[in-house]
């Protein structure tokens, strides 16, 4: 490790940071966002590099000559084969290679002559921005950090498209403030040395799917392996969500064959239904060295709690507000017990399993099979045949499809087959949100539509990468929070190797009316027991969530009394304010308030948490 800062002493799990070229202009820039124990890792010339909050355990340099190399996340990279890699590096293209071989989840930056290289993960679940702040090009990993520094409000229009159930891609990845630029996941960004010139080159494509599963698995299991690795190889005590389903159950199998001691955390649901505990109490019988926590139902926090108290510094609005207690309230009683790292099984849904879609162009290629597979999913999801028909002979190119719905957006929401067999689900608005956001929301998503190209080619592929960015923009704000509870949350599936190996499974093999997650099933054979790879199912809990919207409805008035966004002129808080004195109004159980509170109470924690920042 290179020598930091003394003024160490940020707790893991929350690592965040500037990246500066090694210019005088840019070094003078860098002392506005000095704060009270922030740490500097500095240029060949003693300028400022990288300025911001780290854990000495998060980061790991390397420097050669004038090359400065900083891996900063969890990557269980050695330290002399990170020098050898700057020793020999000639070209920033010559990272791609190295980020795509890595384990773990992390940003990789780099300095080369006079060239400044910073991206994040292939996931989502790390990112990176840019700005230019006193004619000076600045990368941060969080948006929010230059906007401060800036002075600015979050955008109008971007406010208006956060409102949309759900914004679709491109329009969820932007920043909230028009002079910020969000970097896409699959890019790095390159800061030209004379400190303005700024371009983004794509390092991270996914792979074809085209590997058979009794291939792959092995490949998926060597990639969990790692993952888990990552986290535990230093031992110590580390926590385990084990809900008794598939992903859960795979990664606590895993991190019991590590130094680490385990203590395994279920959470059994209120609903009589919820057989949660009893396939995690089968898994604990083949666990005898593992400590089992079984929390008390009825302690456990119901969706939409606490939203009134919600201060957690974030960079955009996230519907992962919504859960924000649930997931936060078993962490102090697992760091009482010794945890320093909470991991979890979230993201197995998105890279285990995958998108229906798939089947639109597998009919066009193997039409006998895909009819075949299409009748199972009829049955399994209850889809009308007239549905299923227009779904799948629906070809309209992306770009055309976002055009669509833009005409759209007052409609009842779309059919689940539509979403299931299309580019994903149609964005709405509904009757709290006004003329005037509607406007500057449909704005947005025609200008997107006369540029936008999809995530992949093949809806299948681009709705599960669409899927697994948008869970990771969650886990990176329930991981921010997390850390600031005391005990830092890890989520091994959204590693890229392991989402690369996911990825490319055939989808014929992966996604079946007839079996329920096959890929992981197949990849843990072995080490996870048979009898616990039998469940085909996992617990919901909608009661939970219906409760809540009972049970809050008081903070839910509350909400709207004082809104911020019926301030700004986006909606109707009268509506609102009517919703929430009838929880059980028609669909409101399908979530389409959660866009709405999650724009609410991050403008409010922004009032909180966000007063502005005297310019040096």
């Not at 050898?84 to 190295?98: I, T, V």
């Not at 509904?430 to 093949?458: C, I, K, N, Q």
Request: charged share 25%; glycine share 8%; proline share 7%.
């Amino acid at each position: 490790m290179t020598d930091l800062h003394e003024s160490a002493g940020t707790g893991p799990g929350d690592a965040h940071f500037t990246v500066f070229t090694d210019r005088a202009d840019a070094a003078a820039v860098a002392r506005s966002f000095a704060r009270p124990g922030s740490r500097t890792l500095a240029h060949a010339s003693g300028r400022p590099w990288l300025v911001g909050h780290w854990h000495d355990s998060e980061v790991l340099t390397a420097d050669a000559g004038d090359v400065r190399l900083a891996v900063v996340g969890c990557c269980p990279v050695p330290a002399d084969e990170l020098r050898r890699r700057a020793a020999r590096l000639r070209d920033l293209a010559e990272l791609d290679a190295l980020a795509r071989s890595l384990p773990g989840s992390f940003h990789l930056v780099a300095a080369l002559d006079g060239q400044v290289r910073v991206q994040g993960t292939a996931s989502g679940l790390r990112l990176v921005f840019h700005a230019e702040i006193d004619s000076v090009r600045v990368a941060a990993t969080r948006a929010d950090t230059l906007a401060a520094v800036l002075g600015l409000d979050p955008d109008l229009e971007e406010l208006a498209v956060r409102l949309l159930w759900p914004a679709p891609y491109p329009l969820s990845e932007t920043s909230m403030w028009r002079a910020v630029t969000a970097v896409a996941p699959q890019d790095a960004v390159i800061l030209a040395g004379d400190g303005r010139g700024v371009r983004h080159t794509r390092w991270w494509t996914p792979p074809e799917p085209v590997r058979p599963l009794a291939a792959a698995a092995p490949l998926i299991r060597e990639a969990l392996e790692e993952a888990v690795g990552a986290r535990t190889r230093q031992g110590g005590v580390v926590s385990c969500d084990l809900s008794g389903g598939l992903d859960s159950t795979s990664v606590c199998f895993l991190a019991d064959r590590s130094p680490a001691r385990l203590v395994a955390s279920t959470w059994p649901g209120r609903d009589p239904a919820d057989t949660d505990l009893a396939w995690a109490e089968r898994a604990m019988g083949y666990l005898p060295d593992v400590e089992h926590v079984v929390w008390d139902a009825d302690a456990s926090p119901l969706v939409y709690e606490d939203l009134l108290g919600i201060d957690d510094l974030l960079d955009e609005p996230t519907i992962g507000v919504m859960d924000r207690s649930r997931v936060l309230h078993h962490l102090p009683g697992l760091a009482a017990r010794g945890s320093r790292l909470h991991l979890t099984g979230i993201g197995g849904d998105h890279v285990a399993w995958c998108s229906e879609a798939y089947y639109h162009r597998l009919l066009r290629t193997r039409p006998l099979f895909a009819l075949r597979q299409l009748r199972g999913f009829r049955a399994l999801w209850q889809w009308p045949l007239g549905g299923m028909v227009r779904a799948v002979a629906d070809s309209r190119p992306y770009g055309k499809w976002l055009t669509d719905a833009a005409g759209h957006l007052r409609d009842p929401l779309a059919p689940t087959v539509a979403t299931g067999l299309g580019w994903g689900m149609a964005p709405r608005l509904f009757g709290w949100v006004t003329h005037e956001a509607d406007r500057m929301a449909r704005r947005a998503l025609l200008d997107a539509a006369a540029t936008a190209s999809p995530l992949h080619p093949d809806r299948g592929l681009h709705a599960d990468l669409e899927q697994i960015r948008s869970c990771g923009r969650v886990i990176r704000q329930w991981d921010r929070m997390a850390a600031r509870a005391g005990l830092p949350m890890a989520s091994p599936f959204l590693d890229d190797r392991v989402i690369e190996a996911c990825l490319a499974v055939r989808p014929s093999e992966r996604v079946t009316p007839w079996q329920y997650k096959p890929v992981l099933s197949a990849a843990m054979r072995g080490i996870v027991p048979d009898t616990c790879l039998r469940r085909a199912n996992k617990a919901t809990a909608a009661m939970d969530a219906s409760d809540g919207l009972r049970r809050h409805r008081a903070d839910l008035q509350a909400l709207w009394e004082d809104s911020r966004l019926e301030r700004l002129g986006l909606v109707d808080g009268a509506e609102l304010r009517r919703l929430a004195r009838r929880p059980a109004s028609k669909g409101l159980s399908d979530a389409i308030l959660y866009s709405t509170i999650a724009a609410e109470v991050w403008l409010r924690a922004m009032d909180r948490s966000h007063p502005p920042v005297p310019r040096p």
